[in-house]
């Protein structure tokens, strides 16, 4: 049985053709993202394939403390919802605390789960209340056969717009 979870005009199932969730690893300029949400647009309607626009406002899990993060939450889903807005396809940031869910979720289409916040049970619960698709990446720490438990904790608040990856 095929699952199809709608996403603003993107169609996703395992039946269907690609679905490309691609971008930058963290959002830097809103030219930045509007070039590359432009080109992978553009390549994806060519190919057939539908396309997600993927940037973070906050790589939260970087290994040094150096490490650079990101434009931040205001500035994030400002750059995201004019990529939203102009390029017309759905867009998807990653989300890594409880509080950060509700306030994501008015501006972009699919919250993303990192992998290494998988399995965080109050995390999944408050991104699958907000309606929102979720995007659960799968931890490397966890055997595919133990996913359905993670993506269980999104279903029960009601909530069935929910990929793995």
Do not use: Y
Request: net charge neutral; aromatic share 4%.
């Amino acid at each position: 049985m095929s699952k199809t979870v709608q996403v603003g005009d993107v169609r996703i199932a395992n039946d269907l053709p690609l679905t490309v969730i691609a971008g930058p690893c963290q959002l830097e300029s809103l030219e930045d993202a509007l070039m590359i949400a432009d080109i992978l647009a553009e390549a994806c309607a060519r190919s057939g394939a539908g396309f997600i626009f993927k940037g973070s406002f906050d790589k939260a899990n970087r290994t040094s403390f150096d490490g650079v993060r990101g434009v931040g939450l205001s500035a994030g889903l400002g750059i995201l919802a004019q990529v939203k807005e102009r390029v017309g396809c759905p867009v998807l940031t990653d989300v890594h605390a409880v509080d950060q869910c509700a306030t994501v979720a008015t501006c972009v289409d699919i919250l993303q789960i990192p992998a290494f916040l998988c399995r965080q049970t109050d995390l999944l619960l408050a991104a699958g209340a907000t309606g929102k698709a979720v995007n659960i990446k799968k931890g490397q720490f966890l055997a595919p056969w133990d996913m359905p438990h993670v993506a269980q904790k999104v279903a029960s608040t009601s909530n069935e717009k929910i990929l793995l990856t």
